[in-house]
């Protein structure tokens, strides 16, 4: 089945303490995407990659880190987590014919 | 820069009523739009994708339309029904940009 993994789906963590969040997909796609979904600012893209070991800021990249060593892995990293990156994450896959999204993964820091 | 809007932001209809949702957009140089659904706390799930070249496609009781000249999209949603509450997002994928921008989304409930 053709889909993008998340994991973990909910991390409640400490400020200050590194955390990755995985994204995995099996599509052989490409193009790879965070996202942030926050109440009343919809979702906003942090970083993307066009290929393996390219990657770019998006819209809120800041506390951020990415890597794309495989194409088929995209994680999202936070080397020292604050309250305002509480959200819920999404990662995202795609082409010229659409992007798929994982299930999420909701993050509070505390 | 690329600007997505959906009206209205939330719908409340009984069961049975034909609907429309709609989304406008800045830039008319896009490269495809997307609507997805989003039920509460979860994730995103992909119901129709237009490409530029294309002005509608359809999927079962749902119609999704591209006007590029007026900036619009709409979904129109037949014979709704409960199943049918959800949030409805739309994205524009805009050339050159790499990103997908999202509106949005119109939360809507269908009464039973």
């Known amino acids: 089945e053709a889909q993008v993994t998340q994991n973990p789906r909910y991390l409640i963590t400490v400020t200050g303490k590194k955390l990755t969040v995985t994204c995995s997909q099996n599509m052989n796609h490409e193009y790879m995407s965070w996202y942030r979904q926050d109440p009343g600012l919809g979702l906003r893209q942090i970083y993307y990659?066009?290929?393996?070991?390219?990657?770019d800021k998006g819209d809120v990249p800041e506390g951020y880190k990415v890597s794309r060593k495989e194409k088929r892995n995209f994680p999202l990293i936070l080397e020292s987590p604050s309250p305002n990156q509480t959200s819920l994450y999404f990662c995202?896959?795609?082409?010229?014919?659409?992007?798929?999204f994982g299930s999420g993964t909701r993050l509070t820091v505390v | 820069k690329q600007e997505v809007t959906q009206i209205p932001a939330a719908l409340s209809v009984p069961e049975g009523e034909n609907l429309v949702l709609n989304c406008s957009f800045t830039d008319s140089a896009i490269y495809n739009l997307q609507w997805f659904r989003q039920d509460p706390g979860k994730g995103l799930t992909s119901l129709l994708l237009?490409?530029?070249?294309?002005r509608e496609q359809t999927s079962g009781r749902l119609n999704a339309s591209l006007d590029k000249s007026s900036g619009r999209s709409t979904l129109y949603i037949a014979a709704s029904q409960p199943g049918d509450s959800a949030t409805y997002l739309c994205a524009s994928f805009t050339s050159g940009t790499y990103k997908y921008i999202f509106g949005t989304g119109t939360r809507l409930k269908v009464l039973a």
């Open positions: 237009i490409q530029s070249s294309q």
């Open positions: 990659s066009m290929n393996v070991e390219v990657t």
């Open positions: 995202a896959s795609g082409n010229n014919y659409g992007y798929t």
